[in-house]
């Protein structure tokens, strides 16, 4: 369809001989295969649903073509790929609906009367399927008690839906005021575990909710069956305030269904590296500091797809969002990390490893090839440097030959007396200054090297802190949830994992390496961690330190053996 | 449905030995039970058994 000619005339639809449900009704009603898919869409112009048309290709039926003078509708049209270059993004990407089916206790497939509050949106909506007038689907008749059930897909472990929505309470409390307004005879009894009306003004309207006679009772229900005859839902709940097992029939029941990350957020987090929270949303890169930020420097988000929030805070996220690219694409020049990797070509073994752990998507890398850093990009983690065992990338400022100075100045005079650790810069290590400023005593034994994520602590730097006589080394980082590096520090773990096998291999006790996650807030943490160091330390004895030196030196390179020798060698003349 | 197993951990700090759930694909943080450590070691799978 071309939007320009199309002048919304309808003629189309009503000769198009295609009958399907209509999404935006909820499937409520149905729609043509040509249609405006909602009522204020912007341009108001009909869309073509190519799933739908009877085809095209030979035209099979051709009717809406015909009949459209301004001859709008063309069926060569098709969709294109649009390349933009864009100074900064920002993503929008909404939310999805829980779908209750498999809440089978509700009954959702089973009972018609049961709907969710998305449909219960469209049947007392002006413009739905049923012009406003609040009807049952099984009879069309106006129902006179009806039932809310809240936290359906919500607040819910079992289901793997353990956060809330945020967004149903005030919903339902908005639904329940809407129907005491169109039909005062009604009878609203709204079934909940926790009333979250939070916001501005949000106390006040949950209280009018009350005032005008909706009944809230506390207890989500436990099964719901249907009368056979008069196709009213008796709804069973434990009310928890009084302790009692109640009965109510009721004639409609609403579901308050949940929400969720939008279905296709995989893609974008995989086009624009991004990370998700264990709930599938969008992880931002400081939950305090840098609400609106993408890890990936000229990402911004807004709205759903960060988290669940309503209309308001999106719209301010939103507002913040364009501000924050507004002041980037103003600014005209970036300000680019100065702690970034250099790959040295000639070093580099091809193996592709540094690129697979760099969870910026820094580094560009093909089989066979070089890697390369995209500098722009890398934020200086240090995880490709603590991977690659060839020494072929050089982390600026804080180099393989800086950091094991530092472990062999530190560990130079009586090792044996230290608890020698790492800690990264933004968590472990301010957690450090925490412990000091709040004056929490701890063992004054303890040497700490910073480095700016627990990823650039390399198996090289750990062994060497033990060749070094170090009894015992700790590895410590940012919370899984706080990692500056969006989720560099699981690299830590699988490293620690590998060193305590090594460890043990090499028999020495594994115990004396130890991994511990410390936040900027947890001074006291760091100083009960340090005490504890500190009475492991106390159980090395000199023997175990002086077998780690030599059980873990490392391996001379094994000599190209004799024939390839000769082979290569010249013969002489 | 998610494939997850249970698997043996031990803890590196107090060494206490426990089993948990591992979900493939997972992305969590562990800390042992009874000393709330995160030198969490992990040893050996045990059994398969279906997740919600």
């Not at chain 1, 511990?516 to 943490?525: D, P």
């Amino acid at each position: 369809m071309d939007p320009e000619l199309c002048n919304a005339c309808g003629e189309c639809a009503a000769v198009c001989p295609v009958v399907a449900p209509d999404e935006f009704q909820m499937g409520l009603s149905s729609r043509r295969a040509i249609y405006i898919p909602f009522p204020q869409a912007v341009p108001c112009s009909y869309i073509l649903n190519m799933d739908d048309c009877l085809g095209i290709n030979p035209i099979a039926c051709g009717k809406c073509a015909e009949v459209c003078e301004k001859k709008a509708i063309d069926y060569d049209d098709r969709g294109e790929r649009v390349i933009r270059e864009v100074g900064a993004i920002i993503v929008a990407t909404g939310l999805d609906v829980y779908d209750p089916t498999e809440m089978d206790e509700y009954g959702y497939t089973r009972f018609d009367n049961v709907i969710t509050s998305m449909e219960f949106e469209r049947l007392i909506c002006a413009g739905g399927p049923t012009d406003g007038h609040f009807l049952r689907p099984s009879d069309k008749e106006r129902p006179k008690r009806i039932g809310f059930i809240q936290c359906v897909g919500s607040r819910n472990p079992k289901i793997g839906r353990p956060y809330c929505s945020n967004i149903c309470c005030m919903n339902t409390v908005k639904d329940t005021l809407l129907l005491a307004d169109h039909y005062p005879d009604t009878q609203n009894s709204v079934f909940y575990q926790d009333i979250r009306a939070f916001g501005k003004s949000f106390e006040d309207m949950f209280q009018r909710s009350k005032e005008a006679g909706t009944r809230y009772i506390r207890g989500l229900p436990g099964d719901i069956e249907e009368d056979p005859v008069t196709r009213n839902l008796i709804v069973t709940v434990e009310n928890t305030t009084s302790g009692k097992l109640e009965r109510h029939e009721l004639e409609m029941v609403v579901l308050s269904v949940g929400v969720q990350p939008s279905a296709d957020r995989d893609k974008l987090a995989s086009m624009l590296t991004l990370s998700k929270t264990s709930d599938g949303f969008f992880m931002e890169s400081h939950p305090k500091l840098k609400p609106v930020d993408a890890p990936t420097r000229g990402v911004y988000f807004a709205g759903f797809c960060e988290s669940p929030k309503d209309i308001k805070d999106s719209v301010c996220q939103a507002g913040a969002a364009a501000s924050r690219a507004g002041a980037l694409l103003n600014a005209g020049k970036i300000t680019i990390e100065a702690i970034t990797s250099v790959i040295d070509d000639e070093l580099c073994s091809k193996c592709g490893l540094c690129a697979k752990v760099c969870p910026y998507g820094a580094i560009t890398w093909q089989k066979g090839e070089v890697a390369a850093v995209v500098e722009a990009a890398c934020a200086g983690c240090g995880a490709c440097g603590a991977t690659c065992t060839f020494g072929a990338i050089t982390m600026r400022h804080f180099t393989d030959d800086q950091l094991l100075a530092q472990v062999r100045a530190v560990l130079e005079d009586r090792p044996e007396e230290k608890v020698f650790g790492f800690a990264c810069n933004w968590c472990s290590y301010a957690g450090g200054d925490m412990a000091g400023i709040s004056r929490i005593q701890y063992p004054s034994t303890n040497r700490v090297i910073r480095t700016m994520c627990s990823a650039r602590v390399s198996e090289q730097m750990v062994l060497e802190a033990f060749r070094c006589g170090a009894p015992v080394v700790l590895v410590s980082g940012c919370h899984y949830a706080d990692c500056h590096y969006i989720d560099a520090n699981r690299q830590t773990v699988k490293r620690v994992q590998n060193l305590w096998n090594k460890l043990e291999k090499a028999g020495v006790r594994p115990e004396r390496l130890q991994l511990e996650w410390i936040s900027a807030a947890e001074g006291q943490k760091f100083a009960k961690v340090m005490r504890q160091m500190e009475e492991l330390r106390k159980t090395v004895t000199a023997d175990e330190i002086a077998h780690a030196r030599e059980a873990l030196k490392p391996k001379p390179k094994k000599k190209p053996k004799a024939a390839e020798t000769d082979k290569a060698a010249p013969t002489p003349s | 449905m998610a494939t997850a197993t249970i698997e043996d951990f031990k803890c590196m700090m107090c060494g206490h030995e426990y089993e948990d759930k591992v979900v493939k694909g997972e992305d969590v943080e562990r800390s042992c039970p009874k000393c709330r450590s995160n030198s969490i070691r992990h040893l050996k799978k045990k059994k398969v058994e279906k997740a919600n």
